[in-house]
């Protein structure tokens, strides 16, 4: 969706390494979200934040870490401690109670 | 347990003809359900949405119907193109109205092929 950029669009994750998936925004919604895909599934919640400074553990949180610091910004730290980090990352944002509209999402593999 | 199924991994549709995607749910809580369609390596689009007050929302070519007795929301595509060949996910939330907005509920998609 226009106005909603996450980066990078392809990661590779050594080992015991933590990475950071970027996911920034411009159309001023307060609540943004993280989800995950694997293949043949459904996204599942890892994150999310209806407002600044205040995050909240989704179905899969373990291993992974957030912070929303300003409302452009809801970076998320995959760590070593999770382990199977392959999949297909997703950031949304919402508007209220309208639906949530999606990013491009960041594909991160395991090298 | 999975809140939203749907039990159809793909459909295949001539150009021209209607696609319908079906979707169940569990959660008698869901009150605001939506479709989304994704392409390979793309994020998800918004379709379309209704909720729990309606039985049925039209946008242009698509239209859900909501039958909240059997639990059962579909998604009709008329007529459709070979442009809609895509996944197609169903997605729900409850505590819309009167509360804090519910975290969305993912089925598993279907993917739709659209044959011209």
């Known amino acids: 969706d226009g106005g909603i950029t996450q980066s990078p669009k392809y990661l590779f994750r050594k080992e015991g390494q933590n990475v950071t998936l970027s996911c920034e925004q411009n159309?001023?919604?307060?609540?943004m979200y993280w989800y995950r895909q694997d293949p043949g599934q459904g996204l599942r919640l890892i994150y999310y934040?209806?407002?600044?400074?205040?995050?909240q553990k989704g179905d899969i949180a373990e291993g992974y870490s957030v912070s929303r610091e300003k409302k452009e910004s809801f970076p998320l730290t995959v760590t070593s401690a999770q382990k199977n980090p392959t999949a297909f990352y997703l950031c949304?944002?919402?508007?209220?109670?309208?639906?949530?509209?999606f990013g491009d999402g960041t594909r991160l593999s395991i090298l | 347990d999975q809140q939203v199924k749907q039990n159809s991994p793909s459909l295949s549709v001539q150009e021209g003809r209607i696609s319908i995607l079906n979707c169940d749910y569990t959660?008698?809580?869901?009150?605001?359900f939506l479709w989304y369609k994704k392409y390979p390596a793309e994020g998800p689009t918004f379709l379309i949405s209704?909720?729990?007050?309606?039985d049925k929302n039209e946008d242009g070519r698509f239209t859900v119907f909501l039958n909240k007795s059997a639990k059962h929301l579909s998604l009709h595509i008329v007529p459709s193109q070979p442009g809609d060949s895509a996944v197609y996910f169903c997605?729900?939330?409850?505590?819309?109205?009167?509360?804090?907005?519910?975290?969305?509920?993912f089925g598993k998609g279907t993917k739709l092929s659209v044959k011209p």
């Open positions: 959660n008698s809580m869901f009150d605001y």
């Open positions: 209704i909720s729990s007050i309606k």
């Open positions: 934040s209806q407002i600044v400074n205040d995050f």
């Open positions: 159309l001023n919604h307060d609540a």
């Open positions: 997605a729900a939330s409850a505590k819309r109205y009167g509360g804090s907005q519910g975290n969305l509920i």
């Open positions: 949304a944002t919402q508007d209220g109670i309208g639906p949530q509209h």
